[in-house]
């Protein structure tokens, strides 16, 4: 295979995941309603870091004795199970959604104005898309050389530092489908991103590969629990005519930013070092998270997870199925009577 081939079925791969994502993300709530939305994400996080712990593992013995064309064979054979899942699936009826215009562009506006509008997942958005760019890519498009140059550990102490990282995303994400709802999930937002931005800066200042594994099983649980909790607010609070463009707003700050930020990271490395560079991107993390903190304590959001009222700009049909639909199904909680309470983590 030549170079110029990985290009292409790369960008293929992009355009795939452009309307995999938000399909996926907003098709989340149908399956398991809106009670038990933050227990279906966990348990789909878990399974997806589970993989991230066993499959290089199973991946690594695979290549030595097959090679690595038929891994990447076995690999995709083994979506034909996940087509089969989705064929056999029956999901409830729900209300239909009134047909939008065909006017893309005026739909796509909607749904950046309605992030912008609502305070509750546009601080969400900024505080993930802060992690997305200066957090995750800086660990670990960086860790092989922290693996190789800074903690002399050699391949199998790479391997080491990026089961730690599944390993705590995974504990995360099974601690997740017994948090209960309502403000505890903001709160643990807000308090995962404060907690990340510190441990992503105490990477940088490890020398020990022991300390450093410690510190990444932790950021692993961080992570986790800023994108779950994140998701599960921004699916609570959108109507459900707007969900898939809003998802695929998240779907862009998640994963579109990463290469960005890799980016950033290798130029910040190649001019300072790799210790500067995840130092200088916890930093960025911990400010913005503190931003994040301050606005929310002063404003008393993320505190509650309960629909604030639609944005005027959306159409009367709009307003109505929010009405029916949330009425329904979300349960009201009242916003802390102190400042403090939507600012601390459990």
Known sequence: MQVWQVYVIAALYGVVNA??????????VEMVGKEDLLNGIALNSSIFNASRVFGPAVASLLIQVVGTGICFLLNSA???AVIVGLLMMRIERRAPVAPAARQPFRQIAEGLRYIRQNERVWLVFAMVSVISVFGIPFYTTLMPIFATQVLHA??????????????GALVGAVLLAYLPPGPARGRLLLG??????????????SPLLTVSAAVLVLVGFCVVSVNSSGNAIIQEVTPDNLRGRVMSVWGLALIGLGPFGSL???????????????????GICLTASLFVNVWARRHHTLGAVAAPPLPAFLPPETADLRGQDEAADLPAFAEPAHPLESAVMD
């Open 19 to 28: 309307f995999d994502v938000p399909a996926r993300q907003a098709f989340m």
């Open 78 to 80: 083994s979506f034909i």
């Open 154 to 167: 050699g391949v199998g102490g790479l391997g080491t530092l990026s089961t730690c990282v599944g390993a």
């Open 192 to 205: 995962a991103a404060l907690i990340f931005g510190v441990l992503l800066a105490g990477f940088g200042f």
């Open 264 to 282: 950033f990271a290798g130029s910040i490395a190649q001019q300072f070092g790799a210790p500067v560079a995840v130092m200088i991107g916890g």
